[in-house]
């Protein structure tokens, strides 16, 4: 396959890409600037020169291939409609692009919107949003619509934790970041929320089964724990960097984790039973706390 990947250097695109490769098949990678065209080019991906600003780039990337994985978003929490309202419009030029030719759409989304579209309960493939919905859960109904315009549409939703010794940017070196500024490691409440959570590698290898094989309209799970209580990310960070694991509470959250501090309270729990079924889809790797405590996050 001619396979197209937006986010193509980034934590988890940089893998998709290997994978790709691995298995054969001839990948381009959408760069923005000088050294992701770099590289892309060492690993032996072709480049596309452009960014998520840029639809008419982006559909005839789309045009020239069997398939897009789609992974790039701009996550600036303070501007999420923004970047929102950006992400759709990227998925409607290559989706627009693809129509008709039953060509490979595969979209990445999140587990938190489950959080809101199945409260109380645990997160299912089957679970959508409503058709009024916002954010990235509105881009989700838009992506599986495009089914019935030809396209091999597919949705795979990501946990929050996407971990391994190539996060470097993700949920986790943030709240490692935190922990160290302020001497303990701090959990909400409880800490009884949980979040779901996989390895990189093995997310990868999802995508790559998914652009390949996963069927119009799938709603996929990339996790391979179903929850980590939030409690226990952070006494694994604590003991990681050798420093006491605290409770705040909800009115003292944002001010001790930011953004972070709502994320740590959103109960997650999400499976991937129909993922693992439908495409033969078994992670290997190490789960979230078997790697936190290898200690690479605290090196």
């Known amino acids: 396959m001619r396979v197209f990947v937006t986010g193509a250097t980034g934590h988890i695109g940089s893998r998709v890409v290997d994978e790709l490769l691995g298995a054969g098949h001839e990948v381009s990678g959408l760069a923005h600037h000088d050294a992701a065209a770099a590289a892309l080019e060492a690993r032996g991906a072709g480049v596309v020169r452009g960014g998520l600003e840029d639809p008419e780039v982006l559909a ?24 929102t309202a950006l992400d759709n419009v990227a998925v409607r030029a290559m989706g627009g692009a693809l129509a008709g030719s039953g060509g490979a759409l595969v979209v990445a989304s999140g587990t938190l919107t489950l959080a809101a579209a199945a409260p109380g309960r645990l997160g299912t ?21 495009l089914a019935g315009r030809g396209v091999r549409a597919v949705v795979v939703r990501l946990p929050p934790t996407v971990h391994s010794a190539y996060d470097a940017h993700g949920f986790v070196p943030m709240l490692v970041r935190l922990a160290r500024e302020h001497g303990s490691s701090a ?12 390895h990189t ?18 709603r996929l799970h990339a996790v391979d724990d179903e929850g980590v209580a939030f409690g226990d990310i952070a006494g694994a960070i604590g003991r990681g960097l050798g420093v006491p694991t605290v409770s705040v509470g909800p009115e003292e959250a944002a001010a001790r984790l930011g953004f972070l501090g709502a994320l740590a309270q959103a109960d997650n729990p999400t499976s991937s039973a129909a993922t ?6 078994r992670p290997e790797h190490p789960r979230l706390l078997d790697d936190l405590a290898a200690g690479h996050y605290f090196a």
Do not use: Q
């Not at 020239?64 to 996550?75: P, Y």
């Not at 089957?126 to 599986?144: C, F, I, M, Y």
């Not at 959990?187 to 996989?198: E, I, K, L, N």
């Open 201 to 218: 590698l093995d997310a990868a290898r999802l995508f790559r089964r998914a652009v390949e094989s996963a069927p119009p309209g799938a």
């Open 276 to 281: 693992r079924a439908l495409l033969d889809w």
């Open 60 to 83: 005839r990337a789309a045009a020239a291939a069997d398939g897009v994985i789609h992974l790039a978003f701009r996550h600036d929490f303070s501007r999420m409609e923004e970047n």
């Open 187 to 198: 959990y909400v409440g409880d800490g009884a929320a949980r979040w779901p959570a996989v």
């Open 125 to 145: 493939e089957d679970v959508a949003a409503s058709s009024d919905a916002s954010g990235r859960a509105r881009t989700e109904n838009d992506v599986v619509a």
